[in-house]
């Protein structure tokens, strides 16, 4: 049996730059994408072992809720079945459909754990993809390499009919900050060493929000679609999204809190005016509301959204671990919120077996830990 760890991701800058960056397949006049990431310190746990006949699934949610075990029999059709349909477990047979097809393997049991939250903007259907396409890996001996999972994660979101680009998958190197650059079908991944902590603040606004139709509306609006509101948003995910996302490498690199917060509200402005008039999903009130509490200002340096925006998540860059931990007790008193801590930490070694998805030790938490 193997036991096995992905991270969610927390996209710092550059969110929708990922899928936009495709576009310069058919129009190479498009700028290229850059995003800024890391991992977050909350995940997916999960146990995996082979089974003959089906995938089968459990997932326990941070509430404790316990969903499944689905049960899927291992045939094409009834992976697709299960893909096509709302159900909760379909990205993860989306994923497994892609391992069968591309190695030929058995089924699988997946018994899984979350301490991260699910449609809030921290890739949890990303994570998920990651998790199975590794664990499938493990199980049958696959020598399947972090890029060649994140491959088997993206296609297998897109066959749930996601528009999602390549930037989540990178959830797969683990809690390590990455600055990724899209072009076309190309993309890279340079793993970033900060040299000091930084400490943010992620809080859940406790709202939905339509994923896909933000993904849909805002694809609408490229390669070449007519009108200044579809080129505002190409300019605000293109040219100015590359210029901010300089500046925002050189502060995480410096473990420049101050500029990074400056930053992060700098782009929400930016992504408020050119962007958000794309979708009315991007109104995000909840969002603007957290973001403009007077504690955020007195402990924080700045904020933004999350992911694809909305009002999923918003995050905040402290002013360090003891504000970071006053923010989240005025927030959550105030606007029955829940928060989060992600610490940003100086580069590891890039061999690092937890970077490559071993599930890690944590002080007080075992592999399989209940809800937090």
């Known amino acids: 049996m193997s036991t096995l760890f ?17 576009y310069r397949i058919s129009h190479p006049d498009l700028h290229e994408g850059y995003c800024l990431v890391v991992g977050t310190d909350q995940g997916l746990w999960a146990e995996a072992e082979p089974l003959s006949d089906a995938f089968e699934i459990t997932t326990r949610l941070p509430g404790g809720e316990e969903i499944g075990p689905a049960r899927i029999a291992w045939r094409a059709d009834s992976l697709d079945a299960a893909v096509r349909g709302s159900d909760f477990f ?16 058995g089924g699988l049991r997946l018994r899984i754990e979350a301490d991260l939250p699910v449609r809030k903007g921290l890739s949890s259907s990303a994570a998920v993809c990651v998790l199975v396409a590794r664990a499938f890996a493990r199980s049958y001996g696959i020598a399947l390499g972090v890029q060649a999972e994140m491959d088997v994660a993206f296609a297998g979101e897109r066959r749930t009919g996601s528009e999602c680009g390549r930037m989540d998958q990178v959830c797969a190197y683990g809690r390590r900050a990455t600055f990724l650059r899209f072009d076309g079908d190309a993309f890279e991944v340079e793993l970033l060493a900060p040299c000091g902590d930084l400490h943010l603040l992620v809080v859940d606004l406790r709202r939905g929000k339509d994923t896909r139709r933000i993904l849909s509306d805002l694809n609408a609006c490229f390669p070449d679609a007519p009108g200044p509101r579809a080129a505002a948003v190409r300019r605000a995910l293109g040219p100015d999204n590359a210029a901010l996302l300089a500046r925002a490498r050189r502060a995480v690199e410096h473990a420049d809190a101050a500029a990074l917060g400056a930053l992060m509200t700098e782009a929400q402005a930016l992504f408020d005016e050119r962007v958000a008039p794309a979708c009315p999903e991007l109104a995000a009130p909840r969002l603007h509301q957290v973001l403009s509490q007077p504690a955020v200002a007195e402990l924080g340096y700045g904020g933004k959204g999350v992911g694809s925006q909305g ?12 504000q970071r931990r006053r923010l989240a007790r005025l927030l959550e008193e105030a606007l029955d919120v829940i928060c989060l801590p992600l610490t940003v930490e100086p580069g590891a070694d890039p061999s690092s077996r937890v970077a490559a998805g071993d599930a890690p030790t944590r002080t007080g938490v075992s592999p399989r830990p209940g809800p937090t």
């Open 6 to 22: 992905v991270p969610g991701r927390l996209c710092l800058l550059g969110e929708h730059s990922d899928w936009a960056g495709g």
């Open 90 to 105: 379909g990205y993860a047979a989306g994923a497994a459909a892609e391992m069968r097809e591309r190695f030929d393997v």
């Open 311 to 322: 009002d999923g998540c918003a995050q905040i860059v402290a002013r360090g671990p003891d």
